[in-house]
């Protein structure tokens, strides 16, 4: 409902309590330092680089050695981790861990030792297995790979890129050497690529023989080994069992470490927020005996920080007032139900201070749009059930998952509500149950309360526009607000007045035409003074557009030329308007997909046999259906807000609050008091 206003403070005070300063705002986490250039010069900046480093450097060691244990010693999860949050801890435990940080930093670099290790174990493993598959083709090989020559022979080991019988082979090896010839041959094995082979000459035909081989394709095998093959692969399975063995040894050592699990938590944590300190320490102007800074704190709690560091450490805080220079930070304050819709707001932009928060206008419009475009009483009934249940049951969820069940949750009772309107619960499931499993012949059980938009599409055309009207007229009026608050009485008149009459006026003379009578399929009928009443609002709202829409200008034609063009956007007010069929098109959406899920489960008729099909097609279909018109809903209902309203009058640019606070990724730190 409101931006939170911020107040700036200037802090001096002595070295010595530098560090119980910083680490105090920390923890408090509400005040965000900035500091101004260095101007004098005998004032300087620490360089903290290096110690920043290092401790990043020690939160991701912990962060590496968290997630080896995750995978190696897997912790028992109770419930939705995805909702778990960060745990809670005292002040205490932090204490605690921070003295043996070292020691826990020594046990994580042990684990990215040891899965270091089993990777270079997963590679030999790799290499082993790749050498025995290259060896397999030679285990018929009865001496090492390697060999060249005895005392008397020559021996050729290699292979031929064809298929070759030993006949040939000898044929082509003993080529032109004198008969008999003395050459023995041998083929270990032939596939459609390769055929092994060894030749043995006497050494005095060696040359004779390889340029016979060369001839015919003869290569050396591209490993060799100084084994028997059949040996070496031998030796290479052993080495493998042995590497799966240091790889289970390993996988055990870092399992051994589980019980540090929570401790590695803490302490990346804790040396994740040292470097978060180390960082803001070394923007801080300072002199030898004393340090500077300033920073934005929500204005209600000036006055507490300033005594905090004033009577515990004796440091001069000075409230300081804001420059026109000076961009202050955006805070939003909203109750219990708005708060919810901040995130959708901060995704568009936050608004500026001495602008208008619109997240408590928005979140109502937001609730009922959603609503509208759901539109199943069933499907609301477990969304905010749902919700309601992981809201209750995991109370420490991060701010944003928190604030997105807090939405999903009101509209959840919007979309039972407007489910209940519409007469849908689970499509038509309760009527095709008691028509299918226990002969009801009736019209129906569940009525609408309102009318069912399946028989009357138009009808509920109608409100849709009736309802984007009215939002984009509250988006017209914030705009107007904005006028009256900066005194621009003038420009309330000519910008928004204006456009009020105009609008008006312009509907007030459609509404009981033949023409959109034509198109609504019903008829209006006003009183007879509406008809000239809505014709001196139309004409007089114009008018206004025309001569003041372009008053900065000084040359008449100009202005007029403007004001014409301005009355010509309200093809754009046509075009928002009718950007909210949007709400009828997806509510018949979720209905009709529905009705059809029903009518699939109900096909099989109404025995044991059909009563499973109905269950388990009526449980996918209905869930895919909730899960695809909802994210529809959420996404068009988001653009109503993005396009069509804040389109009227919002304009974002705040810088979001980021206050100087602890990097908590694991643990939420409680102060012990």
Sequence with gaps: MAIVKMQKLSVCANQKNRKAILETLQ???????????????????????RARSEFEKSAESFDKALKLLDAYAPEEKKGLSLFMGRAAIRR???DRVSKKSVSLLNDATQILRDEKEISECGGNIIKDRNQIEALLPWQSLGIPMNTERTKTTAVFVGTLPEAITEEQLFAAASKELPEPAPVSVSVLSTTHELTCVTVVCLLRDRQKVEENLRAIGYARPSQMV?????????????????????????????????????????????FRSRAEKYKVLGTIPQTKHAFFLEGWVPADQADRIASLLSDNYGALVEKEETRETDVEPTLLKNNRFSQAAE?????????????????????????IFFGMMLSDAGYGIVMFVACAIILKKYPALESGTKKMMQLFFWCGISTTFWGLMYGG???????????????????????????????????????????GVIHLYVGLGIKGYEYLKSGDVVGFVSDILSWYAFLTGLILMLVPSDLFASIAGMTFSFPAFV??????????????????????????????????????????????????????ALGLATGVIGNVINMMASMFGGGPVGAILFIVIFILGHTLNIGINALGAYVHTNRLQYVEFFGKFYEAGGRPFNPFQNANKYVEVKEER
């Design 226 to 270: 100084p084994e028997v093959p059949a040996a070496a692969t031998i030796e290479l399975e052993k080495d493998i069992e042995l590497q799966e063995k240091n790889i289970e040894d390993l996988k055990a050592d870092i399992a051994s470490f589980a019980g540090e699990r929570n401790d590695f938590r803490i302490a990346a944590d804790y």
């Design 425 to 467: 619960f689970f499509g038509d499931a309760i009527d095709v149950i008691a028509r299918t499993f226990f002969g009801y012949t009736g019209d129906g059980i569940v009525k609408a309360l309102w009318f069912e938009p399946l028989k009357s599409p138009m009808r509920l055309l109608i409100w849709c526009m009736l309802f």
């Design 27 to 49: 923890n408090l986490g509400t005040v965000e330092i900035f500091t101004d250039e260095i101007t004098d010069e005998e004032l300087h900046k620490k360089d903290t680089q």
């Design 92 to 94: 205490s435990e932090v």
């Design 343 to 367: 995130g959708v707001l901060a995704s568009y932009g936050l608004p500026q201070h001495g602008h208008v928060d619109p997240t408590f206008i928005m979140s109502i419009f937001y609730v």
């Design 531 to 584: 008809g000239p009443l809505a014709k001196i609002l139309a004409i007089g709202g114009m008018l206004i557009i025309l001569v003041m829409s372009g008053r900065g200008r000084k040359n008449w034609g100009l202005r007029i030329a403007l004001g014409a063009y301005d009355i010509y956007g309200v093809t754009g007010w046509l075009s928002d308007v009718l950007s909210y069929s949007r709400l009828l």
